[in-house]
């Protein structure tokens, strides 16, 4: 183990140390921030037949998950060397195309309908793991996605929460933050992950110890005007709202409507934006207001459009050429002018500290 992470009120500390330590960007003081990327299918396989060579590589024509993950791993010391400190990973994915027939149809989980966990995902997550270990990272464990999540019994949603904290526990490693749903929302239609639920899940996790030690734990909430509140906001060790769809001063807003809760002031922790767009603009105002910012870079060839219209252009034909880090396959170097403006950001403002 190379990598501890811990919280110091609304710093994150690493190795004892707070984070960027003594930094300051514009005039604004970076220590203590986590600045990441949304890796959201860092160790992602298709269950399903029909859909799952949708996502083959275009130099060998075939889908390859460990080659996905190994990728992944092996770009973690160039993002390092930028200033990156984070990147999220999910256990259920997240939206590779978003057009019906394949949106509702493919399978990534690391987990069966009943619960039971299937190795080869958390065989990947802990190659993750220990790789951003060895260069110092952090990794966002995303245990739930809305698409995958409906397919476990509501009431072994508990208890996954409990044993995959017990095996990320088991693994030794201290780089780990838990984000048990993806913008936890009404809009699941599933209540055990609706705001009025979330806390439940976030404490089972935070149930889990080993040798006294437990994971640092909360749930991420969607764009716009979403965040966490009531008892979600009072059981979170760190809140994690996504800002998805907001312009620079619409996030600000956000991060300050946050921070003025009541909830929020009676016991302040980190502000770790970790999902937003590839605008450093955002990037920009969440650090101007002392908070962690996620790039989200979906690229070319889904039909998914927020502030960047990603249906503009089909996938890519060469592997070289692969757009984003979402759409499947994924090219995790920092091959393209949009990936390089953000991580060129990343080390101006941070220095590659």
């Given at each position: 183990?190379?990598?501890?992470?811990?919280?110091?009120?609304?710093?994150?500390?690493?190795?004892?140390?707070?984070?960027?330590?003594?930094?300051?960007?514009?005039?604004?003081?970076?220590?203590?921030?986590?600045?990441?990327?949304?890796?959201?299918?860092?160790?992602?396989?298709?269950?399903?037949?029909?859909?799952?060579?949708?996502w083959r590589y275009?130099?060998?024509?075939?889908?390859?998950?460990?080659?996905?993950?190994?990728?992944?791993?092996?770009?973690?010391?160039?993002?390092?060397?930028?200033?990156?400190?984070?990147?999220?990973?999910?256990?259920?994915?997240?939206?590779?195309?978003?057009?019906?027939?394949?949106?509702?149809?493919?399978?990534?989980?690391?987990?069966?309908?009943?619960?039971?966990?299937?190795?080869?995902?958390?065989?990947?997550?802990?190659?993750?793991?220990?790789?951003?270990?060895?260069?110092?990272?952090?990794?966002?464990?995303?245990?739930?996605?809305?698409?995958?999540?409906?397919?476990?019994?509501?009431?072994?949603?508990?208890?996954?929460?409990?044993?995959?904290?017990?095996?990320?526990?088991?693994?030794?490693?201290?780089?780990?933050?838990?984000?048990?749903?993806?913008?936890?929302?009404d809009w699941w239609?599933?209540?055990?992950?609706?705001?009025?639920?979330?806390?439940?899940?976030?404490e089972a996790a935070?149930?889990?110890?080993?040798?006294?030690?437990?994971?640092?734990?909360?749930?991420?909430?969607?764009?716009?005007?979403?965040?966490?509140?009531?008892?979600?906001?009072?059981?979170?060790?760190?809140?994690?709202?996504?800002?998805?769809?907001?312009?620079?001063?619409?996030?600000?807003?956000?991060?300050?409507?946050?921070?003025?809760?009541?909830?929020?002031?009676?016991?302040?922790?980190?502000?770790?934006?970790?999902?937003?767009?590839?605008?450093?603009?955002?990037?920009?105002?969440?650090?101007?207001?002392?908070?962690?910012?996620?790039?989200?870079?979906?690229?070319?060839?889904?039909?998914?459009?927020?502030?960047?219209?990603?249906?503009?252009?089909?996938?890519?034909?060469?592997?070289?050429?692969?757009?984003?880090?979402?759409?499947?396959?994924?090219?995790?170097?920092?091959?393209?002018?949009?990936?390089?403006?953000?991580?060129?950001?990343?080390?101006?403002?941070?220095?590659?500290?």
């Amino acid at each position: 183990m190379k990598t501890e992470l811990a919280v110091d009120g609304t710093r994150f500390i690493i190795n004892g140390r707070p984070t960027y330590e003594g930094v300051m960007w514009r005039g604004v003081p970076v220590e203590g921030l986590l600045l990441n990327s949304r890796m959201i299918q860092g160790v992602f396989d298709d269950e399903n037949p029909a859909t799952r060579e949708l996502w083959r590589y275009p130099d060998t024509g075939r889908w390859d998950p460990d080659r996905n993950t190994d990728e992944l791993c092996a770009a973690l010391p160039e993002y390092r060397a930028h200033g990156l400190l984070a990147v999220t990973v999910g256990l259920q994915g997240g939206g590779s195309v978003y057009t019906p027939d394949v949106y509702e149809t493919f399978e990534c989980s690391a987990f069966e309908a009943g619960g039971e966990f299937r190795k080869p995902f958390f065989d990947r997550l802990l190659r993750v793991l220990r790789a951003a270990d060895e260069c110092g990272m952090v990794v966002i464990v995303n245990m739930f996605y809305v698409k995958h999540a409906r397919r476990i019994d509501p009431d072994r949603v508990p208890g996954i929460c409990e044993r995959a904290a017990e095996w990320l526990l088991g693994t030794g490693l201290r780089n780990i933050i838990v984000d048990v749903a993806n913008e936890s929302g009404d809009w699941w239609k599933q209540p055990v992950f609706s705001p009025a639920n979330i806390h439940k899940l976030i404490e089972a996790a935070q149930s889990v110890s080993v040798d006294g030690r437990r994971l640092i734990v909360g749930s991420s909430s969607g764009g716009g005007k979403e965040r966490a509140r009531g008892r979600w906001l009072d059981v979170e060790d760190v809140s994690m709202p996504h800002g998805n769809g907001l312009q620079p001063d619409g996030l600000a807003r956000k991060i300050r409507d946050l921070r003025g809760d009541d909830g929020f002031r009676k016991r302040p922790r980190p502000v770790l934006v970790n999902e937003d767009s590839v605008f450093v603009g955002n990037l920009d105002a969440a650090v101007a207001e002392g908070a962690s910012w996620g790039f989200y870079c979906q690229g070319y060839g889904s039909s998914y459009h927020d502030r960047t219209d990603w249906t503009g252009r089909p996938r890519e034909d060469r592997y070289e050429d692969l757009s984003g880090f979402q759409t499947l396959p994924v090219n995790w170097s920092i091959n393209t002018p949009v990936k390089r403006a953000f991580f060129d950001r990343v080390r101006e403002i941070t220095g590659g500290a």
